[in-house]
T-cell receptor, first 111, second 109 residues
């Protein structure tokens, strides 16, 4: 069965460094999402992406964040200058007809 | 106020017990998702439903759209069912998911 894959599974970075989280959505999906889960908290929406542009973003998704689909298959989330509070599990999801399929997540630790 | 509430927050059971986890939501939805999250953190989809009832093995999910309520049942629970179970809804006016806080289930042998 097709699946959403995310890399890396775990990333440790120094505060202030840039990180890029990668996702390969299911190939015939059109809608792509990033969600975040801070340890001990619920999963929260970051951004949605459709037709090569952001369709919706949350208050969390400030100027430090960006998304792109550089080559038509990968879907990336970039954090320009990481802060300690960016430490979280980041999930990519892709949508078929309104059913979300999730990747296994990237655990980002900012030290 | 949370738009999606789950109860209980924590649940402990003996192997073989029947488990029920509840989810209530306050917004109009097109569908609801039950998800499972293991200690490693990955999320696995269990069910997506918009009406009635679905069954997969020992898992049963029901939804009552009028009452804005869904339940997840596990029959003959097993230690490998130990995980966090998360309810998430698809609101009518958007296609982003709104998540509940999860129910942590521990099943002991």
């Amino acid at each position: 069965e097709p699946e959403v894959t995310q890399t890396p599974s775990h990333q440790v970075t120094q505060m202030g460094q840039e990180v890029i989280l990668r996702c390969v959505p299911i190939s015939n999906h059109l809608y792509f999402y990033w969600y975040r889960q801070i340890l001990g908290q619920k999963v929260e929406f970051l951004v949605s992406f459709y037709n090569n542009e952001i369709s919706e973003k949350s208050e969390i998704f400030d100027d430090q964040f960006s998304v792109e689909r550089p080559d038509g298959s990968n879907f990336t989330l970039k954090i320009r200058s990481t802060k300690l509070e960016d430490s979280a599990m980041y999930f990519c999801a892709s949508y078929r007809t309104a059913e979300a399929f999730f990747g296994q997540g990237t655990r980002l630790t900012v030290v | 106020k949370n738009e999606v509430e789950q109860s209980p927050q924590n649940l402990t059971a003996q192997e073989g017990e029947f488990i029920t986890i509840n989810c209530s939501y306050s917004v109009g939805i097109s569908a609801l998702h039950w998800l499972q999250q293991h200690p490693g953190g990955g999320i696995v989809s269990l069910f997506m439903l918009s009406s009635g009832k679905k069954k997969h093995g020992r898992l049963i999910a029901t939804i009552n759209i009028q009452e804005k309520h869904s339940s997840l049942h596990i029959t003959a629970s097993h230690p490998r069912d130990s995980a966090v179970y998360i309810c998430a809804v698809y609101p009518l006016e958007t296609d982003k998911l709104i998540f509940g806080t999860g129910t942590r289930l521990q099943v002991f042998p």
